[in-house]
């Protein structure tokens, strides 16, 4: 079974920092883009940022470049979210997500509700509030 965990959302002021962790296993993640989506409350669910997996390379929606990474350790089947400058705007409940055709451009890019990947976390809230 494909499992993904998320963890380490929680409660920041604005201009904090957060770091989300995906522990990832029952798949070669080695060999799988990875993921991070966002749901806010009353909006669609959308890609927030990809990682390749062949080459490592990184994604971004254009509201949170300059202002998240990803990134992964292969070693540990874990996907990384670091966040930071964040705002309230960011306040969702973040999901990481695969498949074994995930198109990271598209995902970053394409309108909000519209990726489809096969497998998901449960999702970890995070609220950035004053």
């Known amino acids: 079974q494909v499992q993904l965990v998320e963890s380490g959302g929680g409660l920041v002021q604005p201009g904090g920092s957060l770091r989300l962790s995906c522990a990832a296993a029952?798949?070669?993640?080695?060999?799988?883009?990875m993921a991070w989506f966002r749901k806010a409350p009353g909006k669609e669910r959308e890609g927030v940022s990809c990682?390749?997996?062949?080459?490592?390379?990184?994604y971004y929606r254009d509201s949170v470049k300059g202002r998240f990474t990803i990134s992964r350790d292969n070693a540990k089947n874990t996907l990384y979210l670091q966040m930071d400058s964040l705002i309230p705007e960011d306040t969702a409940v973040y999901y990481c997500?695969?498949?074994?055709?995930?198109?990271?451009?598209?995902?970053?890019?394409?309108?909000?509700?519209?990726?489809?990947?096969?497998?998901w976390g449960r999702g970890t809230q995070v609220t950035v509030s004053s």
């Open positions: 997500a695969t498949d074994p055709v995930v198109n990271c451009y598209n995902l970053v890019t394409e309108a909000a509700g519209e990726s489809k990947l096969d497998y």
């Open positions: 029952g798949f070669p993640f080695e060999y799988h883009a």
């Open positions: 990682i390749s997996s062949s080459t490592g390379n990184t």
